[in-house]
T-cell receptor, first 109, second 115 residues
Framework: GQNIDQPTEMTATEGAIVQINCTYQ??????LFWYQQHAGEAPTFLSY??LDGLEEKGRFSSFLSRSKGYSYLLLKELQMKDSASYLCAALNSNYQLIWGAGTKLIIKP | ETGVTQTPRHLVMGMTNKKSLKCEQH?????MYWYKQSAKKPLELMFVYNFKEQTENNSVPSRFSPECPNSSHLFLHLHTLQPEDSALYLCASSQEDGRGGDEQYFGPGTRLTVT
């Protein structure tokens, strides 16, 4: 079957760094997305990786290892507004998005 | 209005009611999607429309009936729903139907409660 695994919840401190991991098993692979969803709001696009390696976008970076079926989202200099759920989704060979259940990130002062 | 809008934002309906959810995108996109989001579960893709044509129906019960009159508007008609259908219903759009890594733009969702 096709599956995305990511931790249910993580807690981190304001100003710190946090890494949210995601492992995927899909029938074929055409890239991996990360979305951010604040409580009661729409998910918003953060990143898309299709090649191995790290892509940096400001305080957020996303990493992909296709051979390991693994990705992570790295958030630096955490701010209170980063408290949200982070959704990992993999695009399979049929260009269907397989979604994870999301990681709820709690930022403490 | 910009982006993707959804109405109503909240809806409470009985199991015998008929109601409709509306989605409108102002981004000039060609693909639109309906998702169901339940607590602590992955997003469930329900329907995909590309250039007004339905390209995907993920075994959704017939009590959910989509309608896409044009590339900017998407409806989800609801009738004789069950309490387990209570969830957040999200609409999204993208330039194409998800190929090539097109990001999806989501609306704020309709929180549906079936009593």
């Amino acid at each position: 079957g096709q599956n995305i695994d990511q931790p249910t919840e993580m807690t981190a401190t304001e100003g710190a760094i946090v890494q949210i991991n995601c492992t995927y098993q899909t029938s074929g692979f055409n890239g991996l997305f990360w979305y951010q969803q604040h409580a009661g709001e729409a998910p918003t696009f953060l990143s898309y990786n299709v090649l191995d390696g790290l892509e940096e976008k400001g305080r957020f970076s996303s990493f992909l290892s296709r051979s390991k079926g693994y990705s992570y989202l790295l958030l630096k200099e955490l701010q209170m507004k980063d408290s949200a759920s982070y959704l990992c989704a993999a695009l399979n060979s049929n260009y269907q998005l397989i979604w994870g259940a999301g990681t709820k990130l709690i930022i403490k002062p | 209005e910009t982006g993707v809008t959804q109405t109503p934002r909240h809806l409470v309906m009985g199991m015998t009611n008929k109601k409709s959810l509306k989605c409108e995108q102002h981004l000039g996109h060609n693909a639109m999607y309906w998702y169901k989001q339940s607590a602590k579960k992955p997003l469930e893709l329900m329907f995909v429309y590309n250039f007004k044509e339905q390209t995907e129906n993920n075994s959704v019960p017939s009590r959910f009936s989509p309608e896409c009159p044009n590339s900017s508007h998407l409806f989800l008609h609801l009738h004789t729903l069950q309490p387990e259908d209570s969830a957040l219903y999200l609409c999204a759009s993208s330039q194409e139907d998800g190929r090539g890594g097109d990001e999806q733009y989501f609306g704020p969702g309709t929180r549906l409660t079936v009593t």
